[in-house]
Structures are given as structure tokens and as C-alpha cells.
């Protein structure tokens, strides 16, 4: 009998409910991290009479972030690409709650990135890469007037 979980189709666009803010999170906090990077590299490097438009440098961050982009994807297709974000600790989780009032889940922390497990730390990866090189593109695009 074969495994189900081999079976199964891949969904690499499936989003869960306790996904979508650690997506928004990386989201925000790649694209704010590169924007300052790349306008740190104009304001540094374009030094030339014949100026490079910023443009360029918002390229190069999406061509970086496609290959992140790529790296989470592999991993997703089974292939041990490396891991950047790789822990040293392995920790230990917290119990499952099945049952309850809604007053229980009060006091419980919000699902952070670090809750997920490994298949979908690789498919937030994955989005959220591919979201901010959308965004990069669109960057790049728009001129000043």
C-alpha cells in the first residue's frame, strides 16, 4: 500500500490560516532590509558623472531573492538545498491543544515562524521571497517624475 503522504499532490500556493502572518512579517522585513541596502548602494557606489539608476540595484535584490525563491522550492521538492536559517538547537515543542473553551486560548501566544514545521517554514520562505521580488519588480519599474 503506498503512503499517503507520497501521493498526495504538492500545493506550493497553499496558505493556511496560522501562515499568514509570518509571510506578512518576512515579507515586510526583506523588503525594508533591501530597499535600505540598495539605497545605501546608490547613495555609496553611484559616485560616477554618468549615474546608474537605483533601479539596477532593485534587479540585483530580486535576482537574489528569486534564488532564495528557488533554494525554499527545492527544499520543498525533497532536495536538501542548504538552509540558511538553519537553528543549531532543535527545541522542544509546545503540546497541541485539541479541545476547549474559547477563554483557554486566551493566554496562548500567536504562531510565530518558529511554531511551523519544516514543510511550512519552507513554503512561507518560498512565498514570501516570491512576494517581495514582486514587489522589487514593481519598484524597479516605477520611475520618479
Known amino acids: 500500500m503506498a503512503d499517503p503522504k507520497q501521493s498526495r499532490p504538492k500545493r506550493l500556493f497553499h496558505i493556511e490560516q496560522h501562515m ?28 560616477e558623472p554618468v549615474r546608474r539608476p537605483v533601479s539596477t540595484a532593485f534587479l540585483l535584490c530580486t535576482v537574489f531573492l528569486a534564488v532564495m525563491a528557488w533554494m525554499a522550492y527545492l527544499r520543498l ?40 514545521d519544516d514543510e511550512d517554514k519552507d513554503r512561507c520562505l518560498f512565498l514570501s521571497n516570491l ?6 519588480i514593481l519598484t524597479s ?4 517624475v
Open 77 to 116: 521538492d525533497g532536495v536538501r538545498a542548504p538552509r540558511f536559517d538553519r537553528r543549531l538547537f532543535q527545541w522542544k515543542r509546545k503540546p497541541a491543544r485539541s479541545y476547549g473553551d474559547m477563554i483557554d486560548y486566551i493566554d496562548e501566544d500567536i504562531p510565530t515562524f518558529d511554531d511551523l
Open 131 to 136: 512576494i517581495t521580488a514582486a514587489l522589487f
Open 20 to 47: 499568514i502572518r509570518p509571510i506578512i512579517y518576512q515579507v515586510f522585513t526583506r523588503y525594508i532590509t533591501l530597499l535600505f541596502f540598495s539605497l545605501l548602494w546608490d547613495f555609496f557606489l553611484n559616485k
Open 141 to 144: 519599474i516605477i520611475r520618479p
